[in-house]
């Protein structure tokens, strides 16, 4: 599985982005794609995730309700919809994919930044 993220940019607190993932690949439906994040000096962590094949979602709490993961698997494409957006928020955002029980992701996008000015 190959991914592309872009759709990161600056925005002000109280502000929307779409994050947007192009997928190319084969037998998607064994995925998990998830969107994690890396805030500067933080460790990476989990933003969102859906079962391609389903389009099960699930979420990290300090996000549930301000986020949005969807899919359109005719077009291979993942979104994240970022509301409410706040300083916290300021990461590198990386796309990426798992197979359906793995504990890792193994393969990954590069980041598209995004910059929430306060």
């Known amino acids: 599985v190959q991914l592309q993220a872009s759709g990161g940019g600056l925005v002000q607190a109280g502000g929307s982005l779409r994050l947007s993932c192009a997928v190319s690949?084969?037998?998607?439906?064994?995925?998990?794609m998830g969107w994690l994040r890396q805030a500067p000096g933080k460790q990476r962590e989990f933003v969102a995730s859906?079962?391609?094949?389903?389009?099960?979602?699930a979420y990290a709490d300090s996000v549930k309700g301000r986020f949005t993961v969807s899919r359109d698997r005719f077009k291979k494409t993942m979104d994240l919809r970022v509301n409410n957006l706040k300083p916290e928020d300021t990461a590198l955002y990386y796309c990426?994919?798992?197979?359906?029980?793995?504990?890792?992701?193994?393969?990954w996008g590069q980041g598209t930044l995004v910059t929430v000015s306060s």
């Open positions: 859906l079962t391609w094949s389903e389009g099960i979602t």
């Open positions: 990426a994919a798992k197979v359906r029980g793995a504990s890792e992701y193994t393969s």
């Open positions: 690949g084969h037998t998607l439906a064994r995925y998990v």
